[in-house]
């Protein structure tokens, strides 16, 4: 696993496809957290946000490296076609704790707020939940879902959109909506745990869904 790990890395940073959604989390951070003050939420739930886009994005770029013929060649060198899928959620999932790491610092350093021990784990656990649900997104919009990248870029528009933006959908917009409306970072951590759980079984659905669509188109 390690060795695919670091095979999708090398192969990342060739292709540079990391730099546009890592350029879009920059600056939708930077825009939506500078300067702030007051309590943590909003500027948590806004630097989430950010992630969610970025990271499904992300997720779409990275498990799309390999033609489906490398893809088949790598699946044969790694023993099994979900060692592959493994190794590629897994270096975007580490990207991802990269970015969550500055999403959670950045807005301390750019605003002026006294964070409290609740407000960091609700800030970290707000990254988590709309990174998981983003790379959730990436895997069904990726390869071997849609071999098509334009199918693909509409298919991940739609789910994003869709997740941000319809009231009260769970676990993006329903934990967007509590961070923004509520500064008691202590009264809305268990609930934010719990939506945590539900984008990790969401992720773990879409990765069996691609993995069983990889198994039978080979």
């Given at each position: 696993?390690?060795?695919?790990?670091?095979?999708?890395?090398?192969?990342?940073?060739?292709?540079?496809?990391?730099?546009?959604?890592?350029?879009?989390?920059?600056?939708?951070?930077?825009?939506?957290?500078?300067?702030?003050?007051?309590?943590?939420?909003?500027?948590?739930?806004?630097?989430?946000?950010a992630l969610f886009v970025a990271s499904a994005w992300?997720?779409?770029?990275?498990?799309?490296?390999?033609?489906?013929?490398?893809?088949?060649?790598?699946?044969?060198?790694?023993?099994?076609?979900?060692?592959?899928?493994?190794?590629?959620?897994?270096?975007?999932?580490?990207?991802?704790?990269?970015?969550?790491?500055?999403?959670?610092?950045?807005?301390?350093?750019?605003?002026?707020?006294?964070?409290?021990?609740?407000?960091l784990a609700l800030g970290a656990v707000a990254q988590?939940?709309?990174?998981?649900?983003?790379?959730?997104?990436?895997?069904?919009?990726?390869?071997?879902?849609?071999?098509?990248?334009?199918?693909?870029?509409?298919?991940?528009?739609?789910?994003?959109?869709?997740?941000?933006?319809?009231?009260?959908?769970?676990?993006?917009?329903?934990?967007?909506?509590?961070?923004?409306?509520?500064?008691?970072?202590?009264?809305?951590?268990?609930?934010?745990?719990?939506?945590?759980?539900?984008?990790?079984?969401?992720?773990?659905?879409?990765?069996?869904?691609?993995?069983?669509?990889?198994?039978?188109?080979?």
């Amino acid at each position: 696993m390690t060795a695919l790990v670091r095979y999708t890395f090398a192969l990342a940073l060739h292709s540079q496809r990391y730099l546009a959604p890592l350029f879009l989390f920059t600056g939708l951070t930077a825009v939506l957290t500078v300067g702030g003050s007051g309590p943590l939420p909003p500027a948590y739930a806004s630097s989430a946000a950010a992630l969610f886009v970025a990271s499904a994005w992300l997720a779409v770029a990275l498990s799309s490296l390999d033609e489906p013929s490398q893809r088949a060649v790598l699946a044969v060198s790694a023993g099994r076609p979900l060692r592959v899928l493994l190794g590629s959620l897994a270096t975007v999932l580490l990207s991802c704790l990269a970015l969550s790491v500055v999403g959670l610092i950045f807005p301390l350093w750019a605003g002026s707020y006294d964070p409290g021990p609740a407000d960091l784990a609700l800030g970290a656990v707000a990254q988590l939940t709309t990174a998981l649900t983003g790379v959730a997104i990436g895997v069904l919009c990726a390869r071997p879902v849609f071999r098509r990248q334009g199918y693909a870029l509409v298919a991940a528009l739609a789910l994003v959109m869709t997740a941000l933006f319809v009231p009260g959908l769970p676990p993006v917009n329903r934990l967007l909506r509590l961070m923004s409306a509520s500064p008691d970072s202590a009264a809305l951590l268990p609930g934010a745990l719990g939506l945590l759980a539900g984008a990790a079984v969401l992720l773990a659905g879409a990765a069996a869904l691609a993995h069983a669509v990889a198994v039978r188109r080979d």
